[in-house]
């Protein structure tokens, strides 16, 4: 991940007035999908020096 949005890569699913929207680092779009067919999904890294 990157320090700014000029950085790494940020990737977010949101609800939004009842619709779900992707912002992909500075792009967004709508996303037709169901609440039900959502899956919560979170990652951490963790950088390996060496």
Known sequence: MGTSTHSGHYVAHIQK????VIFNDSTYRKKVVGLSSMTAKKYFFQRIDG
């Open 17 to 20: 007035e009842g619709r779900w």
